[in-house]
Structure formats: C-alpha cells, structure tokens
Nanobody
Framework: QVQLVESGGGLVQPGGSLRLSCAGSGVTSQYYGIGWYRQAPGKEREWVSCISGAGITYYADSVKGRFTVSRIYTEHTVFLAMDNLKPEDTAVYYC??????????????WGQGTQVTVSS
C-alpha cells in the first residue's frame, strides 16, 4: 500500500508561482506513476498532469506550458511546479497513484489534498 502526502499549497496572486510536493511511502512507491488532480468548488475532480515510473510526463491542455511535473526517485517525491497561475487554477490539488500514459487511470491511493488559491 502506498501512502501519499501533499504539501506546498497556499495563496498566490495571479501570475505567481507555487510548487506542490507529493511525498510517497511504501516499498515500491518510486515505481508508480503519479498523477495530479484538482477539484474546484462546485466542480468535478479533473486530471491535471502525471509522470510515469519511467519519467514520461503528460499534461492537460489547460495547464500545458505553465505547469511542470517532475520526480526525485531516491526521495519518493513528485513535484508540480505551477507558473503563471490564474484564478481558474484555484482548487484543492491531490496526488494519486496512476497508470500514466495517453490514458490515465487512478489506481486507488490518494493524498489528502492541498489548497491552492489564486487571487489578488
């Protein structure tokens, strides 16, 4: 069983940056694909990005060119660097174990979420 803990959320002005972290624990956590999802108030959870066990990355069109996902295998940690943030990026961000590819499938382990608020 993989446990995931997100951190790094906060309040930022439009155009600003944040970096989220997703720390994993579990024997094989470094081999899982990790996905980032977000859920805004009153909206369904949406997929944002993922990075495969081999380090291949994928992004939703809404964040492509602004968000960058990366991982440090030895630290069992995945990062989501978010630049040029917009008010519509405001949401609770979650990381999850996924099958990461052209199609993304959540595998069942989720973090508790971290709030990102973009507002002036």
């Amino acid at each position: 069983q993989v446990q995931l803990v997100e951190s790094g959320g906060g309040l930022v002005q439009p155009g600003g940056s944040l970096r989220l972290s997703c720390a994993g624990s579990g024997v094989t956590s470094q081999y899982y694909g990790i996905g980032w999802y977000r859920q805004a108030p009153g909206k369904e959870r949406e997929w944002v990005s993922c990075i495969s066990g081999a380090g291949i990355t994928y992004y939703a069109d809404s964040v492509k060119g602004r968000f960058t996902v990366s991982r440090i295998y030895t630290e069992h940690t995945v990062f989501l660097a978010m630049d040029n943030l917009k008010p519509e990026d405001t949401a609770v961000y979650y990381c999850a174990t996924v099958m990461c590819g052209a199609d993304v499938t959540a595998l069942g382990s989720w973090g508790q979420g971290t709030q990102v608020t973009v507002s002036s």
